[in-house]
Every structure is written in C-alpha cells, then in structure tokens.
C-alpha cells in the first residue's frame, strides 16, 4: 500500500490518500480541508507501505498462549467425540477412523497419545459377539473413555453452558446481526462454536431453543440459522479501548499524536503515520452499517471491516479464533478477499501468531503484557484452566519431560511449554 501525504512548506494540510492493489487511489476520501488565505502549492511525497513489507513483529508472550492452548487440542477434540456418542465410549477400531478430525498424522499412534494422558482418558475392553467361525473363542475389542475425574469436569462444563444457553444465544444473535443478510449457514458457523462457548449440539438444542430470536431454514447451501427479531440494545459496538497512562509528569496535552502500541512493537515511522491517520477517520456502526454502502476497497471500507473483526473476536471466549475460520466469512460479513494481510496491517488491534498448524488472531487489548487474559474471572476459562491442571498432571505421571521439539513453534522459536 502507498501512502501518500501532501504537505507544503507553510502549513501541513490534513489531507491524506492511500493508492495500492489493496486501497485504490482516490482523491476524494479522507479529506478534511482547512480555510487559509495563502496556501502555496502542495507536493506529494510518496511513502510506499505494501502488504509485504509490513512484517508482524513476533510477541513471545502471546505466542506461549497460543502454544499453551495447542497443548490439549487433541485432548479437547477426542473428548468432544466421546461426549458425542450415547455411551460416552469409542472402539480404538473405529477411532483410527478419526485422524483427520483429531489432527494426527497415521505415522503416530492414537494409543500412545492415549497413554499420553492417563488422568484424562482410559481404555478398557469390552466382549464381542462371537463369529460362526470362532464361535469358541471369547474376543474382545479395546475402547477409550473418559476417566471420573475428566467426566465430572465435562458434566460441570455441560451444566455450566446449559444455565448461560441465553447469553450464549445472544451470541449467535449478535452474529446474525452483523452479517449482511442476516443469515448464516450452519455447517460454516460449527467452525466457531468452540470459540464461541457453544455445545457441539447447538445445531439441535440452542438453535430450536430460541424462537423468538432466531431459526433454522433450508437453503441452496444446506441448513442456515437465520434473524427473526433486531435487538437494538445489542447493536451497540465494543467500547474504544482505554489508551493507556504514558506516565507524565506533567499532565497537559501531547504536542505529537501517539499510537497506543504493545510492548515491545516498534513500526516504521511511515505505519505508524497511516494507522494514526486511520484511527482518526470516523468510526461507524458495524451493525447498522452495510458493506455494500461503502465503496469497495476504499479506506471506510476497511475501517469497517476492522470493526466487524473486532466485534467478533469480542464475542470469542478467549477473544481469539483461526484466521482460516474468518477467512469462510469472508462474504457473510462484507470482509475484504485480503482479509489476512488486513489483520497484519493492523497490530494495534490484532496480533497473528504463527505458532500451530494454522494461523491464529488474537485480539490484543484484551491481553495483558504476559499473554494472560484479562479477564480470567469468566467461569468457562476456570473450567478450561482445571484441564490444563489434569494435563499437566498426566505429564507428573508419565515423568513427561518436554523436548526441543516440543518446545518449537512453526518458525523454530524456543518456548516455555506453559
């Protein structure tokens, strides 16, 4: 992207355009004239900032977040398919079956990532019918359950979500809202439903619970949840964040504008001029604004799409989901086709993390300097964190020691497993 800011020897003029592939060049957006009587000719000095250029400056602390969360994805994921079944069990024969849903490539062993955590899952054997050929012989098959202390913590988290169903709802209402047709299909939102808070079985309980704010219809595309009823209370965006204290003695206005920045970033003078001059264009309604009201690829375009990503990751549990899971609603929220390479642009308010097989955004002002959410109180992450405990339990057990390789992240980064 080339950003361009003309200014002329007697008086800089508040008057800036952005040209590139990304941003075409218009003359007439983000113009705010001034009146002054002797007003030499301008002359525009380009500053090239491009896409590529832009590089994100890697934060260790939220990148241990995000290796801390990758450590029990594959616990998470086999205890959401025992939790699926009636018995709350699968046969290891049919759990083979699975390894593209668990994310385990066939060379390793779904056994020994069994073993892996022994105060979290058991196996155990169960008889089988005998077959007219060995109708002498008593076989059996190896199965894999949850241990009573995991299954306590899934029933309390199950009762956790049953008792929040409304605020959850909320949620999906929320989504509904901003998405520009007021629909979304079901097989697409299940991506989010984990970050979201939601069961696996909202498609059949949440979705049909709540009548008087949403439902399901038939579509070209499959099932889709779609708006019954606006709630203009709810179509009120996130607060701006607070800009943090520079610690000054003296208490008076800046002379310079600042960018509230996190520790450690430091840009190129030419960014930070573009995402100060970004931060004072007008903010709008993601809500009660379309994107089909906004010129396509202009600079409100963007801002508004900012808005919505920020909106959405607000609603996440852990205020932070898969850049692929944003990418698939692409067209359902009015985001741009270079949707990731937005996100980068913007670190004042998102981060992307290379740590993990796919990429992740977090959303940063809800992060504290040591990569901890703020807000720690919220009784899902008190159940999330009781998992953790049994992981690192199953660890003491297995006299576990983390290797180089486990502490390595995608671009080869040493990292403390927790």
């Known amino acids: 992207m080339a950003l361009s800011l003309p200014f002329s020897s007697q008086n800089f003029l508040s008057i800036a355009s952005f040209s590139s592939d990304l941003l075409p060049w218009n003359p007439h957006l983000f113009e705010v004239s001034r009146n002054h009587k002797n007003i030499s000719k301008t002359k525009n000095i380009s500053f090239p900032i491009s896409c590529s250029s832009v590089k994100t400056v890697r934060s260790p602390s939220l990148d241990r977040h995000i290796v801390k969360q990758n450590k029990i994805r594959f616990v998470l994921k086999l205890q959401t398919l025992l939790l699926s079944k009636p018995k709350c069990y699968i046969p290891l024969q049919i759990l083979n079956k699975c390894r593209s849903y668990l994310s385990l490539p066939k060379p390793r062993s779904i056994l020994s990532m069994i073993h892996r955590y022994p105060t979290i899952f058991e196996v155990f054997s169960i008889p089988t019918a005998p077959m007219p050929f060995n109708a002498s012989k008593s076989l059996s098959q190896l199965c894999v359950r949850l241990t009573p202390a995991a299954a306590a913590l899934a029933a309390e988290e199950s009762s956790l979500r049953s008792a929040i169903s409304d605020s959850l709802a909320t949620k999906l209402q929320k989504l509904l809202m901003l998405s520009s047709h007021h629909r979304l299909v079901l097989s697409k939102l299940v991506h989010l439903g984990p970050d979201l808070g939601l069961h696996p079985n909202f498609r059949s309980r949440l979705c049909n619970d709540h009548p008087e704010k949403f439902k399901t219809i038939d579509t070209s595309y499959g099932r889709a949840l779609e708006l019954v009823s606006w709630d203009q209370d709810l ?118 993390s290379l740590k993990g097989q796919r990429d992740s955004v977090l959303l940063v002002e809800c992060y504290d300097e040591n990569g901890s959410l703020l807000d720690k109180k919220k009784e899902t992450l008190v159940i999330k964190e009781k998992l953790m405990e049994l992981v690192r339990e199953s660890k003491r057990e297995n006299g576990h020691f983390w290797t180089a390789d486990d502490l390595k992240g995608r671009d080869g980064q040493h990292l403390d497993p927790w």
């Open 235 to 352: 179509a009120k965006p996130l607060p701006s964040p607070e800009i943090q204290s520079l610690g000054l003695i003296v208490d008076r206005p800046l002379k310079f504008k600042h960018l509230n920045l996190r520790k450690g970033l430091n840009l190129k003078r030419r960014h930070q001029d573009f995402l100060i001059r970004f931060r004072e264009i007008p903010d709008v309604c993601p809500y009660s604004t379309a994107a089909s009201e906004m010129p396509k690829e202009s600079i409100e375009a963007e801002k508004r799409a900012c808005l919505v990503v920020r909106e959405i990751l607000g609603m996440m549990v852990e205020k932070r989901t898969l850049v692929d899971h944003l990418t698939h609603f692409r067209k359902e929220f009015g985001l741009p086709n270079k949707l990731r390479g937005m996100i980068v642009r913007h670190p004042e308010l998102f981060y992307v």
